[in-house]
Structures are given as C-alpha cells and as structure tokens.
DNA sequence: ATAGCGCCCTGGTGGC
DNA sequence: TGCCACCAGGGCGCTA
C-alpha cells in the first residue's frame, strides 16, 4: 500500500521523465477511477496539456500541467500504480486509464481494487481533493517538530495509532508506518494520544522521521502490490520489524510479535517493547 | 470538535 | 473440488 515513501519514490521515477511532455489521448476503460471533473469532461480536456513539475503532498502526486494553473491529482491508495510504459504496451486487466503521450511512452493507472483515482483541477477551485487542503505538515518539514506534535496530541482520547493515521496531524503516514513507527518509539498503539509523556513524543517523533527516511532511501516496501513507476519494487519489506509479522519474534526481545485491531486497522506491536 | 464505524473494491485464504 | 464468508485498508461521509 503507498504510503509516503512509496509515493515519493513514484514521484522521483516520474519527474525524471514526464515534464515536457504532451498529452495525446485519453483512453478511459474504467470511468469510475476519476473522481473529478466528470469522466467525460476530463477526457476532453486533458489532451494538449502538457507536463511540467512532478511534485508531492501526503500520499497525493501533484502533476503540474501547462496551459494552466492546472494540476492532475493522482492518489494511488490500496492498489494504484502509476506506470511510465512503452507506448505499445497493451493495457492488462485492472488497467483503468491510458495516458498517450508525444513519445513512445505512456502512462498507465492500475488499480486492482479501483479505491484510487485522478482529479483534475487547481488550488481553491471545484474538484480539488478536501484532504489536500487539510493536509498536515510533511514528516521532513522544519515546521513538524515535538512541539508541534505535542500540541496535536494535547487532550486526545484517541489511539495515538489513530492519530498517526490522521493525515492533518502529520502528512503520509498509513498503516505499515505507523506500526513501524511505534515500535521504533517504543509506545503501545492503543495508547491514548494525550497520555503520551513529553519524552514519548520526541521519541515519536523521531520515530517517525528515521522509519520515513530509511524507507525512502530503499525505495518504500513492497508488502502487496506497490511498484513505483518504472515497475521496481521497494526493499524495505527486509527491514519491518512488526508489521505483518504477527507470531514472528521481536527483533528487540524475542517476544513473538502480536496482533489486534486498533483504530479499525490491523496493528502489529510487542507487547513487551512497546508500554 | 472528536471518536468510531461503515463503505468502496477484488484477489487471496481458510473452513467445510 | 467447489463454494463462500471473510479479510486487507486510505480516505471520506456519517452518526452520536
């Protein structure tokens, strides 16, 4: 599943190839994976645009077009791979859209369980995604700091897991990195958010910010189906320490790795290494 | 404002 | 072997 790391790391394998490039055609096959404007809309308007900078928010590939200001909004969710192809490459069962472009290239969107999609539009205008302007700050921002993450957990009842996975406490976060994260802090996920002590969060904190960058600097982890948009795969999946490793041990203490579900995610912890 | 839950979707798995 | 219930989960919409 794409969390931050696997989204950067499509974002990098694009933005060495797609600016500079004009859009052709759209082949829509499954109308559904745009969210907006309507399907028939998009169809229409997007050919003749071309691609400038390839950027990223959370989980959200923002592709800049000219003429604009125009941004095509890529969220991959579950199962969303966004693959720069051969332009003879025939399309395969769960691809929903192709994207021609003036090369011998194109891009393709899969998406077995269709959850992910593309708007089509600009800052302050219809169609663009409610949770990109709620979006909280990126892990990497200087302006995400253990104060700022103290201020956000400050009186929450929540799981601290569930608030990890609150895309406007911190940008990016989704299941296997929260997890991840956790462990590295050495906090229970079941934890309420507020009941965090101030050493708890700067380790969180911490946490967060290795477990992202280590992940990153590997590519993302491969765990279901995520490939970046040359079709690699990440390597991180070596170095999970507790998710979906439920009964394996604990690299820290042995102790084997338990499962419940927090948040109405599953949620891997030791039971141990983790108060 | 906050917490919790159902929904979307389909391939894989496990039980019988 | 076949059938089917169930599970995975990001973000959104709904409820209390």
């Known amino acids: 599943?794409?969390?931050?790391?696997?989204?950067?790391?499509?974002?990098?394998?694009?933005?060495?190839?797609?600016p500079g490039r004009r859009v052709t055609a759209v082949d829509l096959r499954h109308p559904g994976v745009i969210h907006y404007p309507e399907p028939e809309t998009f169809?229409?308007?997007l050919p003749g645009h071309t691609?400038?900078?390839?950027?990223?928010?959370?989980?959200?590939l923002l592709l800049e077009l000219?003429?604009?200001?125009l941004?095509?909004?890529v969220h991959l969710r579950m199962t969303g791979q966004l693959l720069y192809v051969p332009a003879a490459t025939a399309p395969e069962k769960h691809t929903h859209a192709v994207i021609a472009l003036d090369t011998d290239y194109a891009l393709h969107y899969k998406d077995m369980r269709r959850f992910g999609g593309f708007c089509l539009s600009g800052p302050d205008r219809d169609g663009w995604p409610a949770g990109l302007?709620?979006?909280g700050p990126e892990p990497d921002d200087p302006a995400f700091t253990p104060a700022a993450l103290a201020k956000a957990l400050h009186g929450r009842t929540a799981p601290i897991k569930a608030l990890l996975l609150d895309q406007r406490i911190v940008a990016g976060l989704g299941n296997i990195y929260a997890d991840e994260s956790l462990f590295r802090a050495g906090i229970r996920p079941d934890r309420a958010g507020g009941s965090l002590t101030e050493a708890e969060?700067?380790?969180?904190?911490?946490?967060?910010?290795?477990?992202?960058?280590?992940?990153l600097s590997l590519g993302g982890t491969s765990f279901y189906s995520y490939i970046d948009a040359a079709g690699k795969r990440g390597e991180f999946l070596e170095y999970l320490n507790v998710y979906g490793r439920t009964g394996q041990p604990c690299p820290g203490c042995g102790e084997p790795v338990q499962r419940q579900v927090t948040a109405g995610r599953?949620?891997?912890?030791?039971?141990r290494c983790q108060q």
């Open 1 to 18: 599943m794409p969390e931050l790391p696997e989204v950067e790391t499509v974002r990098r394998s694009l933005a060495d190839v797609l």
């Open 43 to 45: 169809v229409r308007e």
């Open 51 to 60: 691609f400038g900078a390839v950027g990223r928010r959370g989980k959200y």
């Open 66 to 69: 000219t003429p604009g200001p």
């Open 71 to 73: 941004t095509l909004i």
């Open 133 to 135: 302007r709620t979006l």
């Open 201 to 215: 969060i700067e380790r969180l904190h911490e946490a967060i910010g290795d477990v992202i960058e280590h992940a």
């Open 266 to 271: 599953g949620t891997h912890y030791c039971g």
